[in-house]
């Protein structure tokens, strides 16, 4: 669990759960939002999410289980900076001293488990990977190990041997990352919600004449709109008749008498119709 002064001191350089912003690979934050927030125009909230919290909760028992398993000592040492980049900053969640390798304890919630590959192989999300190099990187370790708990029941651990073509990609990138800070050069916008941030007013009367390329985004967009209309309605034309074939049943099977579509009443007296895999 990340202290308030290890969150303060992550605004002097770029740590482990940094790198994977950076490279566009989290689906939370982007490198610009990142920026901001190393640049202290936008604070990062304290509130977690309950995969955090339990994340946080269960950290200390998953690193029991990994300390258990493999009969070893795990240190849990504070912010280590790197001895020839000082921007590179690590958080290790444990350092195993007799084998020189760190430690990375995640939870993980059971929609992942398929990015995850048989437990004892090297199979690790790239997210996660990048991040152990950079703590290897950090701390000029040959190894890192990987410790996941998934879906609160399945413990799988994996082991990362140094890929220096790796953390050359790491470095490469912090650093580029860290020029920007230094020389407030914000990076690109990636989606809307940077947009938002980075023009949350207009100027009054002021105006742009519209290119060739924008036009045509008009015209798709314009176009999906269509689609997407013409599609609802195939579908529901479809389930309209499939609940007409369905009359009063509550379900409608395969020919193994598997469930394809529910029809269902509803604690407050309406039916629900749910395909199989919807929520």
């Not at 795990?74 to 921007?87: A, G, K, Q």
């Not at 940077?194 to 060739?212: C, F, V």
Request: hydrophobic content about 35%; charged content about 25%; some cysteine.
């Amino acid at each position: 669990m990340i202290t308030d002064a290890q969150k303060k001191d992550r605004m002097l350089g770029i740590g482990g759960s940094d790198m994977p912003i950076i490279l566009g690979l989290s689906n939370y934050k982007t490198p610009y939002q990142l920026y901001l927030e190393k640049k202290g125009i936008l604070s990062t909230s304290d509130e977690m999410s309950q995969l955090q919290y339990w994340g946080n909760r269960l950290e200390g028992i998953i690193r029991d289980e990994f300390a258990d398993r493999n009969k070893v000592i795990i240190e849990t040492p504070d912010t280590l900076i790197h001895p020839f980049y000082d921007f590179m900053r690590a958080n290790i969640d444990g350092y195993i001293r007799e084998w020189e390798s760190v430690l990375e304890v995640k939870c993980s919630s059971q929609f992942m488990a398929n990015e995850w590959g048989d437990d004892g192989s090297d199979n690790i999300p790239m997210a996660y990977l990048v991040q152990v190099a950079h703590y290897c990187s950090v701390l000029n370790a040959p190894s890192a190990y990987i410790a996941v708990l998934i879906g609160g029941h399945d413990y799988r651990q994996y082991k990362y041997t140094r890929d220096f073509e790796l953390e050359k990609t790491v470095i490469d990138a912090g650093q580029a990352f860290w020029n920007a800070i230094q020389n407030d050069s914000a990076p690109p916008a990636i989606n809307q919600m940077d947009l938002r941030m980075m023009y949350p007013r207009h100027t009054s009367g002021k105006s742009i004449p519209i290119s060739d390329d924008i036009y045509n985004h008009i015209l798709n967009i314009n176009d999906t709109k269509t689609k997407i209309k013409e599609l609802q309605e195939i579908e529901e034309q479809s389930r309209f008749t499939i609940m007409q074939y369905m009359n009063d049943c509550e379900c409608l099977t395969n020919e193994a008498g598997v469930p394809l579509v529910t029809w269902k009443t509803n604690k407050r007296g309406s039916r629900t119709f749910l395909l199989k895999g919807e929520k």
